[in-house]
C-alpha cells in the first residue's frame, strides 16, 4: 500500500478500461496508479468473448488475417489453452434464426467481432500498461472518492480515492488530478456523486441482461450431421442464445436474457440446445456467467477532477451486452481529454468536456439510438419478431449494424419494403415505426452534444435527452 502517495491518475479497476487508460496515460509520461480488487492474473472471465475487432485495432493489437475460413497470426491460438489472445475459428457470417426457430435469415450478418480470450487479453493489458510505467495494485479495494463530492455537477471537485488493501484491512488515502471509475457496471464511484443526477444514474431494471456460456468439447465422430452452424437465436427470451465453434474440436453455446423477475433461466435453453446435440460433450473447458450491462450511458461521463470508463460509463453495445470493445474506444477517448487537460494545468469539466463530447457525439449516438430501439423491439413476443424476419422486414442487411452496435436509419426501399410486406400487422409495424422515429431522433440529438462545458446548454440537452428516453 502506498500511503498518501500522490499520482495524477488514479484507476479503480483493471479491466480492459482501466488497464487501456492506464496503458495509454503512462505511455505519455503521466504518473497512473490502478487499485484492482482481484489477485493478479485472474483479471477477464474464463473463457473468450466476442469482441469488436475495430477497438482492438485501435488499441494497437495485431489484427489477424484470414486464411482458408480461419485466422492467421501471432496473436492467435494454437491450442485450446495457450497464451494468445485470438481463437482460431473465424464467425464473419452468422446465421440469424428466427426467435420461435422456424427459419433463419437468408443474409448472413457481417459479424465484426473476432473471438478474444478474456484472460489473455487482461494479462496483455495490465503487462502492457505495467511496461508503460503505469502501478498496479491487486487486492485492493476502491472505497469512495475523495473531495467535494457533495454538490451539483458544477460544484464537484474529486481529489482522490479511498482504498483498503483487502489483505491487511489498511485503508488510505491516494490523491491524484483525476480519479476514473473504471470498476464496471455498478459503477460505485460514479453513483457515490449525490448531487449530481446528471452522472449518478444507476444502472438497473432493463439496463441489465444476465447471460451465461459454457465451453464444450466436440466429438464430431458422435454426430457428423450435427447442427454446428454458427448463429444467433437471436429476440429469444428477450435477448439471444448463440453458438459457435472456437477451434475444430470446441463449441461456445451460450445466450442472455434482460434481468428481470421471472426471467427465463438460459441455463436452461443452453442444456437443451446442447441435448439437441449428440456431438457436444460434457467436458467443459470454460465458462461462467454474471450480469451484463445493456444500459446506456448516464448525460455525462464527467465531473472536475473525475470520469468514468467502460461499463461504468455504459459505454456497452446495448443490442448485445458486449462492452469490452466499448471501454477500450472509451479509455482512448478519456486518455486524450486527460492528458490535454493535465497539460492545460487544470483537470476541470470543463478541460475533460472532450471526453464527453467525442464520445456522446461519436461511439455514444449509436449505442444510445440502438438502446432505445432495443427497449421497445425486446418487449415483442417470438411470433412477432419471427414474423418480421420472415418477411424480411428484419432482415441480414438490417440486423448486421444492429449487431454491430451501428444505428443506421432505414433507406426509403427498406422503408417501402417493411409496409408493403407487413400489411397485415399494422399494430406490429406501429411498434417497428415507433423504435426507428425514436432511434433517429436520439441518433440526432446525441450528434449535437455541447462542444464545450456551458451549464444552461447541457442542462437543454439533458432536458431534451430525459423527454427522447421518457423519463
Ligand atoms: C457472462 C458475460 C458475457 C459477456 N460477454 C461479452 C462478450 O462476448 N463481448 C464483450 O465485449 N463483452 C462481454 N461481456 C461484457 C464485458 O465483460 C464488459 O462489458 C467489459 O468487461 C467491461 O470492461 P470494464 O473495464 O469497463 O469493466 P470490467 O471488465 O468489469 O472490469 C472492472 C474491474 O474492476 C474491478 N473492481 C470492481 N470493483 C472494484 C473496487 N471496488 N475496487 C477495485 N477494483 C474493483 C473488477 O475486479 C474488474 O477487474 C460479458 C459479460 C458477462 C458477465
Redesign the pocket.
Known sequence: MKDQKDFQVVI????????LLARQLASAGVSVAV????KEGT???NWS????KTALAAAGFEMPTIGNGRYKGSLVKKSEDDDNLFEPHRMDRLQIRFPDLSGATRTAVDFR?ITTD?RVLGKMLAGQAIAAGAEIFYQ????GLIGDTNGPLEQIQVRGLR?TDTQTGKTADVRADVVVD?????S?LRASLPGAPALNRKFSGGDLAY???TIRRLDTSRATADDLVDHYRYGAFKGYFWTHLHHNDSVDV?G?VKEAPGRVDPMAIIKEMIAERPSITDEELGG??????VGKSPWTLAASGFAA????AG???PT????????MTGALLAADAIMAALKKGACTLENLWPYNRNWFAGRGSHLAALSAVKEILQDLSHDEISFLMRKDIMSGEMLTPTINGIFLEPDLPTMIRTLVNGLSRPLLLMKLNRATTLGKKIFTHYRDYPEAWQPAAFDEWVRNSEKLFGF
Open positions: 479503480a479497476g483493471a479491466g480492459p478500461g482501466g488497464a487499485y484492482e480488487l482481484k483479471l477477464g472471465h468473448d466476442a469482441v469488436e467481432y478474456r485492493h479495494r476502491a472505497d482504498v473504471a470498476a464496471g457496471y455498478l460505485l447471460a451465461c456460456r451460450g442472455g461462467g456467467g454474471g450480469i451484463v450491462l470508463v467502460g461499463d461504468a459505454q456497452v453495445i448485445t451486452g458486449c462492452g469490452v470493445g466499448g471501454a
